[in-house]
């Protein structure tokens, strides 16, 4: 494969997509059809304009953030409902399948959903959290959106702006990046070391692997690509909240910029996440599915920026 620099990102989402084809384990290589379409679930990192179409009066200002500039600028040239200054890794997968941009879950206005559909929402978490301070989506939630949207898909008349039946089947994609939400309002809520490790983290993986298996027991679909979370504790947001500030456990900012209590959380995560697909494998017969190690390759950026694109 030969890469071709045509962005500041893209050789690192061109590494993502070929470790898609790499099996969560043993490395070696599986068997993956390129999707007609995708159903994509998650939060801010995934999320297509869902979060602005059900704010109303519990309206928060990081949800609304995305509808101004600097927000889209560099590729849609406006607000794009996006958390982003471009594409996001959902965008990039789409077009590289030469599949159209995903509509979200909750647009009215004229979607189409016959390549996918985004169910995923900004803020979201992947467990079900109480709290006037986090959008009440969540993970499990997403799905039952999703398996509703299946069945009732079955019995739209032929043409209909939907996936056609084989589009949930072999050639469907279920894409999910989830969890940092979690981690994100367990450190800004302090929860303390002990309860992040010993039950947060277990709960976020419980949470995917039921995610999953929901998924493959009221579909046909049998591909997933789950990546991994991304160090959070090197984000101008972690930081910029002082989350290190808030525990000593939480930090300290190593030489990276990076709070290495809140990376080292991400990094147990993915390490849970990884031998739970490997189990989910095992036990949901003739699926593949695949981890994508996202933090590899955003760290990698973080600390060599300059083999990037970025100054």
């Given amino acids: 494969m030969h890469l071709k620099r045509?962005?500041?990102?893209?050789?690192?989402?061109?590494?993502?997509?070929?470790?898609?084809?790499?099996?969560?384990?043993?490395h070696e290589v599986v068997r993956f059809q390129c999707?007609?379409?995708?159903?994509?679930?998650?939060?801010?990192?995934?999320?297509?304009?869902?979060?602005?179409?059900?704010?109303?009066?519990?309206?928060?200002?990081?949800?609304t953030a995305?509808?101004?500039?600097?927000?889209?600028?560099?590729?849609?040239?406006?607000?794009?409902?996006?958390?982003?200054?471009?594409?996001?890794?959902?965008?990039?997968?789409?077009?590289?399948?030469?599949?159209?941009?995903?509509?979200?879950?909750f647009d009215n206005i004229a979607p189409d959903f016959r390549q996918g559909i985004n169910f995923a929402t900004g803020g979201a978490n992947v467990r079900r959290v109480e709290s006037i301070d986090v959008v009440p989506i969540y993970l499990g939630l997403q799905v039952n959106q999703a398996i509703r949207f299946y069945h009732k898909s079955l019995d739209v008349p032929s043409g209909a702006l939907v996936p056609a039946p084989s589009s949930f089947g072999n050639l469907g994609l279920y894409f999910i990046f989830a969890g940092v939400n979690d981690i994100c309002f367990a450190t800004m809520t302090n929860s303390g070391v002990e309860r992040i490790r010993d039950v947060i983290l277990p709960e976020i993986v419980?949470?995917?692997?039921?995610?999953?298996?929901?998924?493959?027991?009221n579909s046909t679909t049998r591909q997933f690509l789950v990546l991994g979370i991304s160090p959070f504790g090197c984000t101008a947001f972690a930081l910029g909240l002082g989350l290190p500030d808030l525990n000593p456990a939480y930090g300290p900012i190593g030489q990276d910029g990076c709070a290495q209590g809140i990376n080292g959380f991400v990094k147990e995560?993915?390490?849970?996440?990884?031998?739970?697909?490997?189990?989910?494998?095992?036990?949901?017969?003739?699926?593949?599915i695949v981890y994508a190690d996202t933090y590899s390759i955003i760290y990698d950026a973080v600390i060599n920026p300059s083999l990037y694109g970025f100054s």
Wanted: aromatic share 10%.
């Fill in 6 to 26: 045509v962005g500041a990102f893209t050789d690192g989402l061109l590494l993502l997509l070929m470790a898609a084809a790499v099996s969560t384990a043993s």
């Fill in 66 to 105: 995305s509808q101004f500039l600097p927000y889209g600028i560099t590729y849609f040239g406006h607000p794009a409902d996006r958390y982003s200054d471009g594409r996001l890794i959902i965008d990039f997968l789409s077009q590289a399948f030469g599949l159209r941009l995903l509509d979200p879950y």
């Fill in 35 to 63: 999707p007609e379409a995708i159903l994509a679930f998650g939060g801010s990192s995934t999320d297509t304009g869902e979060a602005q179409s059900f704010t109303g009066e519990r309206e928060l200002d990081f949800v």
């Fill in 269 to 288: 995560l993915n390490e849970l996440l990884l031998v739970e697909l490997e189990s989910l494998r095992s036990q949901l017969s003739e699926t593949t």
């Fill in 206 to 217: 419980s949470n995917v692997s039921l995610a999953i298996t929901r998924l493959y027991n």
